[in-house]
C-alpha cells in the first residue's frame, strides 16, 4: 500500500513538474512580449486620460469651497448637471480601458465573471480619482461622470468577450513580425517630428509682419490712451543682437548715458533728447525725426540731456520712413538700449515708454511699465498682431526717480532683457515659450507641461518598448530621449546663437524621471502578473 502511495505520489509530482515546466517557458517566452504591449498601450492611454482631465493642474482649495457654495444640495452635488455630448465622451472615454484590460484577462483564461468585476473596477478606480481630483480644479465633477466612465469600461470588457474569434494572443503574435518591421522606422519619423517642432519656433519668429506705416512714439500710444510719466534720457535702436559684452560697455555707475562708447554695430536710431524736433543720430539719420504732439507736456531738463514727460504727452516720429522697418526685416534682430526714470510705479496698461505702434492693439514693438515691471511686446508670426500672445514681463526691478538702463534684445524668438548692466532671469527661450502657440494654446506653464508630456512621453515610452533587446540595452535607449532636443540646441546654436533652452532641457529631464519610474512600475506589474498566474497554476496542477 504504501509502495502505492509513493508510486502515485511520485507521478503527480512529475506531472506538477512538468506542467509547472510548460507554463514557465510559455510565460517567459509568449506571455511576456504579449502582457508588455498590452500594458504598455494601458499605461499610455491612461497618462493621456488623467493628463487631459485634469489640465489646468491649477490644485486649490478655493475651487473645492466654489463647487460647495455652487451646489445647492447634497443631491445636486452628488448628480451633478451633465449634457448629452458630456454623456457620449465619459461613456467612451474608459472604453479603450475596458477593452484592454479585458484582452489582458482573456489571453489568461480569466472567466468572463472575474474578467468583467475586474476591468469594472480598474475603470471606477480611475474614474473615482478623475472626479475626486477635479474638485480642486476650475472644472465640473459629477458622480454621473463616474457611472458613464465605469459603463464604458464595462462595455469594453462586454465587446472583448463576447466575439469569441477575438483571442488577443494569436493576433498579437501574427502582427508581432510586422510591427518589429516597422517598430524602428516608426521610432525615426517620430523624432524626426519632434526635432522639427523644436525648431518650427525660431524659424516663425520673424518679422515679416512688421507694419512700415507704424510710427515711433515715445511716452504714450498713438490713441493718447497709456500715457508714461517720467524722464528719458537716451533712446537707440540696432538691427542687431548686441552681446552681454557689448552692452556691458553701455553701463556708467550712475545709469546715464555714457558720452561716448565704440562697438562694432552702429544704432539705425540713437536720440539724446536735446532738443526739438529731437534728431535722429543714428545710422537712418534724416529719418524718423520726433516731435511733441499738441497739448503735451514734454520739456527738456536743463542740467543735462534728457526729457521730462508729464501728464497725458506724446512725442512722435511724423514721417514714416520704411526704411527703418524694412532693415529690421532683413537682419530679424533687435536691440533697444534705453536709459529712463518713471516718476512713479503706479503706471499700468502697459504705459508706453517707447513704441512703434498705430493703436493699442497692434504694434511691431512696445516697451512698457507695468507697475514696478518692464513689460516688452514683439510682433511675429507667433505672438501676434498685439505681440501680447507671448510677451516678457522682468521682475519688480523699476523704482521711482532713479535712473535704469534698460536694454532688450530679441532674435528669432529669444528674448534678454539686461537691467543696469546685468542680465535677469527673465530670458524667453526660442522653443519651450513658443511650442504651445504653434497649436494655437495660450502661453502658460501648465500648457507647456499638457504640450511637452503629449509630445515627448509616448516617445520615451516607444524608446523603453523596444522589443527583443534587455534591461540593460533599454537604459541604452532610453537616452535617446534626449537626441531630438541635443540636435535641435546644436543647430540654434550654432546658426542663430541661441543659449541653451534651460527650460526644455528642464523638461526633458523631469519626463525622462517619470518614464523611468513609470517603467519601473510597468515592469513590476507585468512581475506581479505572471508570478500570480503562475501561482494559480500552480494551485489548480496540485
Not at 26 to 31: A, C, D, L, T
Not at 61 to 71: E, P, S
Not at 402 to 410: D, Q
Not at 455 to 460: D, I, K, N, S, W
Request: proline share 4%.
Amino acid at each position: 500500500m504504501k509502495c502505492i502511495i509513493k508510486t502515485m505520489f511520485q507521478q503527480s509530482s512529475r506531472e506538477f513538474l512538468l506542467k509547472r515546466l510548460k507554463w514557465t517557458k510559455y510565460v517567459k517566452r509568449e506571455q511576456p512580449a504579449y502582457l508588455r504591449f498590452m500594458l504598455f498601450l494601458m499605461i499610455i492611454y491612461i497618462s493621456f486620460v488623467y493628463l487631459f482631465t485634469l489640465t489646468p493642474f491649477q490644485f486649490s482649495k478655493f475651487y473645492f469651497f466654489q463647487y460647495l457654495l455652487f451646489k445647492k444640495g447634497y443631491l445636486a452635488g452628488l448628480t451633478g448637471t451633465t449634457s448629452f455630448k458630456d454623456f457620449i465622451i465619459n461613456l467612451f472615454m474608459l472604453f479603450p480601458v475596458g477593452f484592454l484590460s479585458a484582452s489582458i484577462f482573456k489571453g489568461q483564461k480569466l472567466s468572463f465573471k472575474l474578467g468583467l468585476i475586474t476591468t469594472v473596477l480598474i475603470g471606477f478606480l480611475i474614474s473615482l480619482t478623475i472626479e475626486t481630483l477635479q474638485v480642486f480644479l476650475p472644472r465640473v465633477t459629477s458622480a454621473i461622470d463616474i457611472i458613464n466612465n465605469t459603463s464604458g469600461a464595462a462595455i469594453g470588457a462586454v465587446l472583448v468577450y463576447s466575439i469569441r474569434t477575438y483571442d488577443p494572443p494569436t493576433i498579437y503574435s501574427s502582427l508581432r513580425e510586422k510591427w518589429q518591421t516597422f517598430y524602428k522606422f516608426i521610432l525615426v519619423v517620430y523624432g524626426l517630428i519632434i526635432f522639427a517642432l523644436f525648431l518650427t519656433p525660431t524659424l516663425l519668429n520673424n518679422f515679416r509682419s512688421w507694419d512700415t506705416n507704424f510710427p515711433l512714439l515715445i511716452g504714450n500710444e498713438n490713441s493718447m490712451d497709456r500715457p508714461w510719466q517720467g524722464q528719458i534720457f537716451r533712446l537707440s535702436i540696432y538691427d542687431e543682437c548686441l552681446s552681454y559684452k557689448e552692452i556691458k560697455k553701455f553701463f556708467t555707475s550712475n545709469n546715464l548715458p555714457p558720452e561716448s562708447i565704440e562697438i562694432k554695430y552702429k544704432p539705425l536710431c540713437d536720440y539724446f533728447f536735446q532738443a526739438f524736433p529731437i534728431k535722429n543720430r543714428g545710422e537712418l539719420g534724416g529719418s524718423y525725426d520726433l516731435h511733441p504732439q499738441k497739448y503735451s507736456t514734454a520739456f527738456y531738463l536743463a542740467k543735462q540731456s534728457g526729457l521730462f514727460i508729464k501728464h497725458n504727452s506724446l512725442v512722435k516720429s511724423i514721417e514714416h520712413d520704411s526704411l527703418l522697418i524694412k532693415r529690421l526685416k532683413k537682419s530679424n534682430r533687435l536691440s533697444i538700449l534705453l536709459w529712463c526714470q518713471p516718476t512713479n510705479l503706479h503706471q499700468f496698461g502697459p504705459a508706453r515708454i517707447v513704441s512703434h505702434s498705430i493703436n493699442p492693439t497692434s504694434r511691431n514693438f512696445t516697451i512698457g511699465q507695468e507697475g514696478a515691471r518692464i513689460n516688452f511686446r514683439v510682433r511675429t508670426g507667433l505672438t501676434g498682431s498685439n505681440g501680447s500672445k507671448l510677451s516678457l514681463l522682468s521682475p519688480l526691478i523699476l523704482t521711482p526717480n532713479n535712473p535704469s538702463f534698460i536694454a532688450l534684445t530679441f532674435y528669432r524668438g529669444e528674448t534678454k532683457l539686461y537691467f543696469n548692466g546685468k542680465l535677469t532671469n527673465t530670458t524667453i527661450h526660442d522653443t519651450s515659450f513658443y511650442l504651445p502657440l504653434i497649436f494655437g494654446l495660450e502661453k502658460s506653464r501648465f500648457r507647456i507641461i499638457e504640450i511637452y508630456f503629449t509630445l515627448l512621453f509616448p516617445f520615451g515610452w516607444l524608446l523603453l518598448g523596444i522589443p527583443a533587446i534587455n534591461w540593460k540595452n533599454k537604459i541604452y535607449f532610453s537616452f535617446f530621449f534626449f537626441l531630438p532636443f541635443i540636435f535641435s540646441a546644436a543647430i540654434k546654436s550654432v546658426i542663430f546663437q541661441h543659449a541653451l533652452d534651460t527650460h526644455l532641457l528642464a523638461i526633458h529631464l523631469v519626463l525622462y524621471t517619470l518614464l523611468l519610474l513609470t517603467w519601473g512600475f510597468f515592469e513590476i506589474m507585468v512581475f506581479l502578473f505572471i508570478n500570480s498566474r503562475l501561482a494559480l497554476k500552480s494551485i489548480v496542477s496540485i
